[in-house]
């Protein structure tokens, strides 16, 4: 084989946070000239390769060679001189600037000094034309873009740098089908230019028309790179999958399915939910599947009365309801739950203390009438460290004084001592230790044995496999498959979550 | 040796909270601001006028009037918001009192005030605009219907027996009643911020809104009760004031305003909501009208003054902001 030198270069590349490792003794390499896409299950470290390369995380251990010269990157502008440019899952533009702004925000063409706007204009129309995008008015304000456009401008902003290395980053999650062509257009024509570029995505499709190498990330691990062809779809989900089951779950309880608690029809929010159609009853843990942001959040958002503007019917108990906020949806006929998804903004109040943190969502049931009662308060704080096996030092303590495990349990007691029917969680075991886990997990079945209803989200699919009575995998807004029983597996979720089934064609919206 | 063992304890045992700290050293620059007024006077005068009880009590009394605005002003900068509209609710509300007349006086300017503060707490929490912005703008409001109503002169009405016993009369010869309505004001903010539901969602949404109403707080209605008990102090400040000088007149609460936000501060509260204890406002309006008295005993000039008071200030949320920054 007469492979060309590799244009960049990593070696022994680890990063860690925390007790987590993100990546771990990676090598990479990529050319030019070639398309190159990396793939792998959430949470696979593919987005920690992708910062490393551009600046803007340092790695731990290991070192990169650019053009046989080895290079740090100590920030993203260092990284962008270096010539590679990314263009990041989340849209980096300044939202009030205008398009040209944007496009020509990091070095803009200046006159005696001052930007010249004029040139800004004409080097902006320059980059928004070569990717067909013509339409696009250089001078109107990004906030008025729909999502598409304002995606293409990422892409031309990117342009404007003069990449030798681009790095797509779910580039095209939020493009319609005729700018995808587009891109797909310019980045065959970028690759004639001797270009090299990385290539993130989900979806397999894009992947076989555009790629020529593939390579397969797991748990941090970098685990095979091959060409274009080389492998099946289903081969390259056995290199995503193929992982060995750690963490014990409780055991399932077999019976059948119980009726239905919540009802939930033609439940739709915006472009984010597409008529969600869910049911689960008492004794039930549903999973929620699927890639991250296909609309798992927005849902249990929507069922919790945080969304303005929700359509649908939501049905508890044979009644309608319509929870028009997290008060009334914690103390309605069936009293729900949410553990959210970011514990530290959302879930807790870090610098108050844990017991006044662990009575926040119960304040009703601790006072009579608008005095707390300071007993009542001591005691159900008590019960529920000790029914949790929250390690803490003193209650009193503030509660960001605890680990992350510690703090999880602190919300999930908060919640229980609001007694709910219906739990939704919300990728409870994010950044946990493995301990911690088990002992949510088995809470959770306890719970359920109880007669709660819970609706859990998680992006570690081992988790919903282990827990789930039933996987609901949701796909763009919408559920795409009900797994059941011994349905429920790894590739069978990644198969839904992929939407392998689908045409290629429908998978823009 | 257990002398020693003793020592190595006591330490621990006074330890500080850091809610507790800016309340010492407010508390300490109190004593330091007497010391060195002491001083002065002792040193041009050779008597210490300040030490003396009657000087004392006759600060407290003055210093009520900025107490009970502070007061409410605090609950509302808990919240993470500002209400700039006190001046003219206060002024508002004294010239109702004293327009209005007979028994129903004192009613009608805390009604102003309530009214106020639940207009800007829709404003505020239903509305969501900005409190900067929207008491400000009902602070113009105010100050335009007041002007409209007395045409721009001070009104001839004037205070009520009831106003004038509360603002001015003392108990005994001794203890003044504004202190003793002061007093009053206190512990029921107090008890407000220590003991109910309410005051641990106050805390809860300076805190983090977010987490406060997803832990089903109903953070739109603990805003307007904040807002709304805020301008119900700003009224009864404004009818004591009323009281005290027997009668209303323009502008009367402008001097109100940013002594009442600085007493706070000074106070340990956190200008951006959630953290700080009472305790700390009352010492903080001590200080504040101490500082005033004092610098005024000295015969320091105007100009001085401001700037000495100003320096007070910034000094202390310094020290204030480093210690945050090494807890935090």
């Not at chain 2, 001083?39 to 900025?66: D, E, H, I, K, R």
């Not at chain 2, 002061?182 to 512990?187: A, D, G, H, I, Y």
Request: proline share 4%.
């Amino acid at each position: 084989m007469l492979e060309p030198a590799p244009f960049f270069a990593l070696e022994n590349i680890s990063k860690h946070y925390g007790g987590v490792h993100a990546l771990r003794d990676v090598d990479f390499e990529c050319s030019r000239g070639s398309i190159h896409a990396v793939l792998g299950e959430n949470g696979a470290g593919k987005s920690t390769l992708m910062k490393i390369m551009a600046g803007v995380v340092q790695p731990d251990e290991g070192r990169m060679v650019l053009e046989g010269a080895p290079v740090t990157f100590p920030n993203p502008s260092a990284a962008n001189r270096a010539g590679i440019v990314c263009i990041f899952q989340e849209l980096s533009l300044m939202p009030e600037l205008t398009v040209a702004d944007n496009i020509t925000l990091s070095s803009p063409p200046r006159r005696f000094g001052f930007i010249d706007s004029r040139a800004q204009r004409r080097c902006s129309e320059e980059l928004l034309a070569r990717i067909g995008c013509e339409d696009i008015n250089p001078l109107s304000r990004v906030s008025d873009l729909p999502l598409s456009r304002r995606q293409m401008v990422e892409i031309a902003k990117a342009l404007g740098r003069d990449p030798k290395l681009l790095i797509l980053d779910e580039a095209t999650s939020a493009l319609t089908s005729a700018d995808v062509d587009r891109v797909y257009r310019m980045l065959f024509e970028l690759k004639a230019r001797d270009l090299s570029i990385l290539y993130i995505s989900h979806r397999m499709h894009e992947i076989e028309a555009l790629a020529d190498r593939c390579s397969v990330f797991r748990n941090g691990r970098h685990i095979e790179t091959f060409a274009k062809g080389a492998r099946s779809r289903d081969e390259i989900i056995g290199l995503m999958i193929g992982r060995e089951i750690e963490g014990q779950f409780p055991a399932k309880p077999r019976r059948p399915r119980p009726a239905s608690l919540i009802t939930i029809r033609d439940l739709s929010w915006e472009s984010r939910l597409n008529g969600i159609g869910l049911e689960a009853g008492r004794g039930e843990i549903v999973g929620l599947g699927g890639l991250d942001g296909q609309g798992q959040k927005e849902l249990l958002l929507a069922l919790f009365g945080v969304l303005r503007g929700v359509r649908g019917t939501v049905t508890l108990e044979g009644e309608p309801t319509a929870a028009s906020s997290p008060k009334a949806a914690k103390s309605g006929r069936a009293r729900m739950a949410l553990v959210p998804e970011d514990r530290k903004s959302e879930g807790l109040i870090l610098s108050m203390s844990i017991a006044d943190n662990i009575a926040m969502a119960s304040l009703d049931r601790l006072s009579h009438g608008m005095f707390m009662d300071p007993g009542r308060t001591r005691l159900a704080v008590e019960r529920a460290i000790e029914q949790l096996r929250i390690k803490i030092g003193d209650a009193a303590d503030p509660v960001s004084t605890l680990s992350g495990g510690n703090q999880q349990k602190v919300v999930l007691a908060k919640w229980l001592a609001t007694n709910p029917d219906v739990i939704l969680l919300n990728d409870p075991t994010r950044g946990i230790d493995v301990g911690t886990k088990q002992e949510i997990y088995r809470l959770m079945r306890a719970l359920t044995e109880e007669g709660a209803c819970i609706l859990f989200y998680s992006t570690d699919y081992e988790e919903l496999i282990g827990c789930c009575d039933r996987v609901a995998v949701m796909y763009d807004g919408r559920i795409v498959r009900e797994l059941e029983g011994d349905a429920i597996t790894e590739r069978n979720i990644i198969a839904s979550a992929l939407n392998i089934a689908e045409q290629p064609e429908t998978a823009h919206v | 040796m257990s002398r020693t063992a003793d020592m190595t304890i006591t330490p621990r045992g006074l330890r500080l909270r850091p809610d507790d700290k800016p309340v010492v050293f407010a508390a300490g620059f109190v004593l330091l601001i007497l010391l060195v007024g002491t001083g002065y006077t002792l040193y041009t005068q050779g008597s210490a006028p300040l030490l003396q009880p009657q000087y004392l009590v006759q600060q407290l009394q003055v210093g009520s009037f900025l107490g009970i605005v502070a007061a409410g002003l605090m609950v509302v900068i808990l919240l993470g918001h500002i209400d700039l509209s006190v001046p003219w609710t206060l002024t508002a509300a004294a010239m109702m009192a004293t327009a209005v007349g007979g028994p129903w006086a004192i009613p009608a300017g805390i009604a102003i005030g309530l009214l106020v503060g639940i207009v800007n707490g829709l404003g505020v929490a239903y509305l969501r605009v900005p409190s900067m912005i929207f008491t400000l703008g009902m602070n113009a409001v105010m100050r335009g219907l007041m002007v409209a109503h007395t045409g721009g002169f001070a009104p001839q009405t004037a205070a009520t027996d009831l106003m004038q016993y509360l603002a001015v009369s003392r108990i005994g010869g001794v203890i003044p009643v504004a202190l003793l309505v002061w007093l009053m004001v206190s512990v029921a903010v107090v008890m407000i911020l220590t003991c109910t539901t309410l005051g641990r969602s106050i805390y809860a949404i300076g805190n983090r809104e977010r987490a406060a109403y997803l832990s089903g707080i109903d953070t739109n209605r603990v805003i307007l009760i904040a807002f709304a008990l805020s301008g119900a102090a700003a009224g009864l400040a404004g009818v004591l004031l009323a009281g005290y000088s027997t009668k209303a007149y323009q502008g009367m609460g402008d001097a109100y305003l940013l002594p009442a936000i600085a007493a706070v501060v000074i106070g340990g509260t956190n200008i951006l909501g959630g953290r700080g204890r009472y305790l700390g406002t009352l010492v903080g309006v001590i200080l504040i009208v101490l500082l005033n008295s004092v610098l005024s005993i000295m015969q320091i000039p105007e100009a001085g003054r401001q700037i000495i008071y100003g320096c007070v200030i910034i000094s202390m949320l310094l020290v204030y902001g480093r210690g945050a920054r090494v807890n935090g």
